[in-house]
Structures are given as C-alpha cells and as structure tokens.
C-alpha cells in the first residue's frame, strides 16, 4: 500500500512538466514511514527496490521516455536489480533517490539510483531493463533515438558489464536446466 501512496504523490507532482535531459540526474524526496522498516526498525531491503521503481517512473516521465513508450505501445519492464546496501535508514528519517541512465548496450538500458541521506550514499540499486511491446522488447537504440540522445552509449563501467554478464549466465543456465536452451 506504502507504494501505491508514493506513486500517488509523485503523479501529483506532475513530473511531466518538469522537462530534463534524459542524462540528467533526477531526485525525489523521502521519508521512511513505518511501513518501510522491517524488524530491525530500519529500512528493509526489499522496500529498496520498491522505492527505486517509484524513482524510475518519475525518471521516465521528466526524461519524456514516456512518450516513446506510448509510441511504441511498449512498457518498461525489468530485467534485473541489484543492490548494495552501505548505511541503515531509520524511522521518519528523511532521504532523496538519484535516478540516472548510466548507458546502454544491443538489448538492456542501465539505470543507477543512489539513495542519499545527509549527503552520504546509503544504498544503491542498478537496474537493466527493457521497454516492451507487442512484437517483443525494442532495442534500447530506439529509446534513445526518440529521446534526442547520441546513438552512442556512454561506455558502461567494467564492473556493470560483468553484473550484466553474470545476470545473462543465471538466465542461460536457468534456460538449460528448464531443458529450453
């Protein structure tokens, strides 16, 4: 429900209107509610994820990817996440989401979202995804094109593709033992 009220109050914020290159940084303002923290009374880490979802929509909307998608009759859907946890968020503690587009390859786009408090990086969640439509998953190219964007990614970090490479092994392997290679 915590997220239906998030995504609620950044619909109302008309994102938009708020026009950005689709290279910029995008932040929403937080606060951790009870609904967000788990035993430990500190953001659970799943709540992460949730929340970057509500960052990224706002990201998509102010970026004008939206329009594309609606072109395309194509929606964004997600490959996989990661994160990495590095302080705890508390209780009504106030915090904001950094969305950016970190590049692209043939078939994913990369999306960074640093969660910040007091100027610090609490915790960061990468995303590959994909928008698609009917006929299948459009090639990031696309987006990109639509958005105005060099068609040349910026070079993605050693570290991303061997993540995205590690991601493509699970789902290989996942394919082989399902007998579906």
Known sequence: MN???RLLNMLLRRPWRQSVDPFATTVMAMRVWPLDLDLNFHVTNGRYFTMADVGRMDYVLKTGAYRTALRHKAVPIVGDVWGKFRRELRLFERFEIHTRMLGWDEKWLFVEHRFMSKGRVV???????????????LPPIEIVRDLGVPEQSPALPEWLQRWSDSCDGLSGQLRSEEGRE
């Open 123 to 137: 915790g960061v969640v990468i995303m590959r995804g994909v928008f698609r439509a009917g006929r299948g998953p």
């Open 3 to 5: 997220l239906w009220f």
